[in-house]
């Protein structure tokens, strides 16, 4: 072990303010921490047009979800409120106070993303210099020089994890020394790691804006050799388990505070913040002094809300070995159940060497000792926690650097392998089931512009490993990739995996059988009709449909085989399909032209005579059905059949009104309506229950004779009833 | 089992060539070596920072307006004496602007500088946010080495000896320019200049 041939004192500028656990933002003058006023609701809104990378609008999606990621933990009461009103969406005016906006600046409106700047995002943040109180921040990406994604597009920054990066310094955090932090300073495109917060940013906040009272361990750094202080010391506590627990930086003083701790045992321990992080990833008036060696202080045991003096964590002197660049993409996945190669890079590097997980259950494995590069494989048992751990290395004299944080036991990905149904009503209110591997509690599903948190109202519910259950909010019509996302922020897509869509539902077929030969205009009553609709009938494509509204569509038929009932199905664009029933005749459809006359008294009882074709015995007629669907109405007191051409009713009384007249064939279900057909009138028509006879003009010679002949056809008619009905019985 | 442990050597080996020039960016900025900084800058200069004056601009933000003492030139114009502006600071009113990630510049500080070209409003940006500055420090005898910000290169204290070369903290002066010039003449080369 020799002297780092370079003391790097780095007394950078004096900062009286104590810097707790992680690290925040303060003002350079005077070292008090920026900070919300009113942190329990610190408005945010997402500018509407997000990024033209994205054009489904999932920017929404993957904003919010960052947006969660810091008020997951119940131990800090500052919370991001959504502001999603159209008009504050519409807004672009960022640097306007009364507005926090994250914004994708397209075109350098800003002016921070000129050409070459290499920025991919920032947060500039307002402060008062008296008090620290923050004025105003928002969020900008560089839409302008860089591409955003959020389907994993390769060579793009995944709009989450930027942005959980980016409100952390929203809400007053600076950067952090754990390699495995949201707020870790350098992310890489693909990285999704940092789209959760680590316990250093949780602690950060917690620190910032507590909501209750945690346990916290005090104490100064002092270097062995000499007893002086060191400013801004990097201090963690690492658990029981072995994982990384807390972070802090001591003060000008030498003075650390870890605090936002849960109860437990924690080995605390000093590093430089030398590399990959430094001072100069900070925000300035930071007293950073790196002269020392990585040191392990003793464990301490902290109770609720207990604070513990510590005392003095004395550190070695200097070593010429460090592990961790920011050339590194940090931190290192390491995937519960599998193994992996990684390098880092750093400094004395050297054969003899030793690299130590601080988790004992997690095995490193030295490869390759390079002098400014260590190449090794983790392997990490099935099952274990999600969580940071901590990597050392010794080198053969002794000399110990630690990266905190530096690998990140993650699950898993998660698997999407089936989405049942694949298809639901635009107005939500389906229920689906996912199914596939490694889903874990707190995972969110996103769909669309949706997402369904598990465990939260109108969210999702994760039932085991391989099974999660939502019911589906409304969503416009559409086809999305349906992703699980881990609560570390690895994820599961399955492309496409659903399709929002209006459903079409069917009420009625009128009339319910046609003519074989096609050509018979039958009416589609429901509702969720939608432009582009399709119609088939035993499979056939009908030509002409038309939409005349979202609850009514006219088929004019193609010709079809006789017999069924078929299947028909009217299929909305997107593929929701409602069925129903309908048959071909061999018949001819009957059609009525017209009657004559076309009005009678209300009390019924007048002879009508109905023109048309395709008329038999088996037709009846109806006053005032629907003529949409063939319902309700009344039967025509008597009827009569004259020829394939004519009938010949007699009306039943009715209100007066204006109504439909329907003729049907009652072994087919053929049918056909005059939709204002004739009309009953209370007075003036007829009077005293006469029937209508137009007394001007001339009689014509067929109404004459029907005149004459209806009574003795009905009478007819109802003795040739009364036989069926003698020879049913007889049958019986 | 001596061929087992030489293709897992050969595997890592491979592994460290796949990384080290990794197109690895940072976190709201892209990562750069110097020949990225000289590839994007308007301005790559080094001199002494003159003054330091914090301002409202005409949009109403703070920007901080910097007087800087050129002493060599990599790329660009800017003549003798350098008046640039970078968004940020604090005004005597009590309000303040910070962009996490940007360097901070301070009054007698030795520099070397990637800026940005001006915006509108005269406003550049470094390159690479804290990647666009270097600050110039010397050791005990006056030798000179450079201080990369991004690189964790922190200030070097008045008693310091030789600073390190080689994976630490600060960067050779001397081989640094050189690698700046011969990025500098490669753009021009490559853009006709």
């Known amino acids: 072990m020799r002297a780092r041939p370079v003391a790097a004192l780095a007394a950078i500028v004096a900062s009286s303010g104590l810097i707790a656990a992680h690290v925040r933002m303060h003002v350079p003058g005077n070292g008090k921490p920026l900070f919300w006023m009113n942190p329990d609701s610190v408005g945010i809104v997402i500018q509407k047009a997000g990024s033209d990378d994205v054009p489904d609008g999932s920017h929404f999606t993957a904003l919010r979800n960052a947006i969660a990621d810091w008020g997951a933990d119940s131990g800090t009461r500052v919370r991001l409120i959504e502001d999603s009103s159209a008009s504050q969406q519409a807004r672009t005016d960022w640097s306007s106070n009364d507005i926090h906006l994250i914004l994708f600046d397209e075109q350098n409106g800003s002016g921070y993303f000129p050409t070459g700047s290499a920025t991919v995002a920032i947060t500039p943040v307002w402060y008062s210099t008296s008090s620290g109180a923050i004025l105003d921040a928002d969020v900008l990406f560089n839409g302008k020089g860089f591409q955003f994604t959020t389907s994993g597009v390769a060579g793009r920054f995944d709009i989450q994890d930027v942005a959980v990066h980016e409100l952390g310094h929203l809400l007053g955090l600076d950067h952090s020394g754990w390699a495995g932090a949201s707020m870790y300073p350098y992310v890489s495109a693909g990285v999704l790691l940092q789209r959760s917060p680590s316990l250093d940013d949780v602690r950060g906040l917690r620190e910032a804006y507590p909501a209750q009272s945690f346990a916290s361990i005090t104490g100064t750094v002092r270097r062995a050799a000499d007893q002086s202080v060191v400013k801004g010391a990097h201090v963690v506590a690492r658990d029981q388990l072995g994982r990384s627990a807390a972070g802090a930086l001591a003060d000008a003083s030498g003075v650390f505070r870890l605090s936002g701790l849960d109860p437990g045992t924690y080995l605390v321990y000093a590093t430089p913040l030398d590399q990959p992080v430094s001072a100069a990833n900070l925000s300035p008036g930071h007293a950073v002094q790196t002269d020392f060696a990585s040191s392990y202080g003793t464990s301490v045991v902290v109770g609720a809300g207990q604070g513990i003096a510590y005392g003095e964590l004395r550190v070695d002197p200097d070593v010429t070995l460090s592990l961790g660049r920011n050339s590194d993409v940090l931190p290192l996945a390491a995937v519960a159940g599998q193994s992996a190669m990684h390098s880092l890079h750093g400094m004395g590097l050297v054969n003899g060497s030793s690299l130590q997980p601080s988790d004992p259950l997690v095995n490193v494995v030295p490869l390759a000792w390079l002098t400014s590069s260590v190449v090794f494989s983790v392997d990490v048992p099935a099952g274990a926690e999600p969580g940071h751990v901590d990597l050392a290395v010794v080198d053969p004299f002794g000399g110990l650097s630690i990266l905190p944080a530096a690998l990140e036991i993650v699950p898993p990905s998660p698997a999407v392998s089936q989405v049942a149904p694949a298809l639901g009503a635009s107005a939500g209110g389906t229920f689906v089931t996912l199914q596939g591997s490694n889903f874990n509690p707190g995972a969110r599903v996103v769909i669309g512009p949706r997402i369904y948190t598990d465990g939260e109202p109108g969210g999702c519910v994760v039932v085991d490993g391989s099974t999660i259950t939502l019911t589906t909010s409304a969503t416009a019509d559409g086809t999305y990739d349906v992703v699980v996302i881990d609560s570390t922020g690895v994820e599961g897509r399955a492309v496409d995996g659903f399709t929002f869509a209006s459903i079409p539902v069917l009420d009625s077929v009128f009339p319910p059988s046609g003519q074989s030969t096609g050509g018979t205009e039958i009416v589609l009553r429901g509702k969720n009709f939608v432009s582009g609709l399709a119609v088939r009938i035993d499979g056939v494509a009908q030509a002409q449909v038309f939409l005349d509204s979202a609850k009514r569509v006219r088929v004019v038929t193609e010709p079809g085989l006789a017999g069924g009932p078929y299947v028909l199905e009217l299929e909305n664009p997107g593929g929701a399909v409602a069925s129903a029933a309908f048959s071909y005749s061999p018949l001819p459809d009957p059609v009525l032209s017209d009657l004559a006359p076309a009005s009678g008294p209300a009390a019924g009882g007048a002879s009508v005579t109905l023109n048309g074709s395709g008329f038999n015995a088996d037709c009846e007629v109806w006053f005032g059905a629907n003529p949409d669907t063939g319902t309700g109405g009344t039967p025509a007191a008597s009827l009569a059949l004259l020829d394939g051409s004519t009938l010949v009713a007699t009306t039943p009384a009715h209100g007066s009104a204006t109504v439909s007249v329907l003729v049907r064939d009652a072994a087919t279900g053929q049918a056909s309506v005059l939709k204002s057909g004739y009309t009953f009138a209370s007075s003036g028509g007829g009077g005293g229950g006469c029937h209508v006879v137009p007394i001007d003009g001339p009689r014509g010679r067929h109404e004459a004779l029907l005149a004459w002949l209806a009574p003795l056809l009905a009478l007819a008619w109802i003795q040739a009833r009364t036989a069926r009905q003698r020879r049913r019985l007889a049958r019986a | ?193």
């Open chain 2, 1 to 193: 089992m001596r061929i087992a442990f030489s293709a897992a050597l050969c595997a890592a080996l491979a592994v460290v060539s796949a990384q080290d020039p990794s197109p690895v960016q940072a976190g709201t900025a892209l990562r750069l070596e110097i020949e990225g900084l000289v590839a994007r800058a308007e301005l790559a200069i080094e001199g002494r920072v003159l003054s330091a004056r914090a301002r409202l601009d005409a949009r109403g933000r703070i920007e901080t307006e910097y007087q800087l003492a050129v002493a060599r030139v990599f790329w660009g114009n800017p003549g003798a004496r350098l008046v640039f502006s970078l968004p940020g600071g604090e005004l005597p009113d009590g309000r303040g602007l910070w962009l996490p990630g940007m360097p901070v510049i301070s009054p007698g500080e030795d520099v070397v500088l990637f800026l940005t070209g001006e915006d509108s409003l005269g406003c550049r940006m470094p390159v690479g946010l804290s990647q666009g500055k270097f600050r110039v420090v010397r050791d005990r005898r006056g030798a000179r080495s450079l201080a990369s910000e991004s690189n964790g290169a922190e200030l070097i204290g008045p008693g310091a000896a030789a600073p390190a070369t080689q994976g630490g903290k600060v960067i050779d002066y001397a081989a640094t320019l050189a690698r700046i010039e011969a990025a500098a003449a490669a753009r021009r080369a490559r853009e006709g200049r």
